[in-house]
């Protein structure tokens, strides 16, 4: 983990929201640096609410900022606890759906400066794709499934728990 990453994102407690965009077989994906020592580490767009905002909103607007795409945000699916010292949030995982056409151009994180920016690249995965990755270079909500339509099935599994918001 870089300096940079614990500095800004270390030692405390943060409400992340991310949005899952499945697109036939595949899900849209954020490679971020940073995170993982010598490898980028892959996770659906997200990032931390704002004070005073809501959860779906900083969907939106995460989502807008890393990826330049603008989603409508469904239905919330689950929540997960991360906890990576010294990291450690609360991630909340909503369904949406892209409403803007597709382009492979990722976006900046506004907490950080130009030489500091931690997304790398995006990209649709398969989940075929992704169990292909190293353990611990992708989201491990990833891990818990055998489909990627079984994001949205509403099951708990372990570490991940549906809750309504």
Request: proline share 4%.
């Amino acid at each position: 983990m870089t300096e940079t990453v614990n500095a800004v994102f270390g030692n405390r407690l943060r409400v992340r929201a991310s949005g899952l965009c499945i697109q036939g077989n595949s899900v849209l994906l954020v490679a971020h640096r940073g995170l993982v020592e010598g490898a980028l580490y892959w996770a659906p767009p997200g990032g931390g609410v704002e004070f005073g905002e809501s959860v779906r909103s900083a969907v939106k607007r995460e989502i807008l900022e890393e990826t330049g795409l603008t989603v409508e945000v469904r239905e919330f699916m689950f929540l997960r606890e991360f906890l990576r010292h010294p990291l450690h949030a609360i991630e909340l995982y909503f369904k949406t759906r892209i409403i803007t056409p597709f382009s492979f151009s990722p976006g900046s994180d506004p907490e950080l400066c130009a030489d500091d920016q931690l997304i790398a690249a995006l990209r649709l995965m398969t989940l075929q794709e992704i169990k292909s990755l190293e353990k611990g270079t992708y989201d491990p909500i990833f891990d818990e499934i055998d489909s990627l339509e079984s994001l949205y099935d509403g099951l708990q599994w372990t570490g991940i728990q549906k809750r309504l918001i």
